[in-house]
């Protein structure tokens, strides 16, 4: 079972632009990543972060002996590969994205099957209650008597 972050444009509100923009991003390493890492990037969207790769590894090439950079570069690839979707996470959230829901599943298809019926169902869910109709929350926390809602 692989666990999946579930993310959508700040703009999407109907169903039919929840189904077509819908993201997931899975919690796992990848093996292409290890061997395309800029090309990798780029046809995730993770624009900046593929520029600061070729950047780094450019100067990790140019600045450091051969058999060292060698090495340097080998253990860059692989914290891609170990990261990488952390890096597409994180371009997502500076993008105008926001991450909505966290999914489990065994497969892709899986995972988008259940996050598009969570949020179809959110989106038809009744409205919540305004702020007048809430209760306050009890005093906790680090900042406790600032009249914090739930």
């Known amino acids: 079972m692989t666990i999946y972050t579930v993310h959508l444009p700040q703009t999407a509100r109907d169903d039919d632009t929840i189904a077509r923009d819908l993201r997931l991003v899975p919690e796992r390493g990848s093996f292409l990543a290890f061997i395309f890492s800029f090309l990798w990037l780029m046809t995730k969207g993770a624009w900046l972060a593929a520029l600061a ?7 990790v090439a140019l600045f450091v002996p051969a058999m060292a950079a060698a090495a340097i570069l080998v253990l860059l690839q692989l914290l891609l590969a170990l990261e990488g979707h952390q890096l597409v996470r994180l371009s997502l959230s500076y993008g105008r994205w926001r991450m909505v829901d966290v999914v489990q599943a065994a497969s892709f298809d899986e995972a988008e099957r259940i996050a598009l019926s969570r949020l179809i169902s959110r989106s038809t869910a009744a409205p919540s209650l305004s702020p007048a109709q809430r209760l306050p929350v009890a005093d906790f926390g680090l900042f406790p008597g600032t009249g914090a809602w739930r």
Do not use: G
């Not at 790769?53 to 100067?59: D, E, G, K, P, T």
């Open 53 to 59: 790769w070729l950047a780094l590894s450019a100067l």
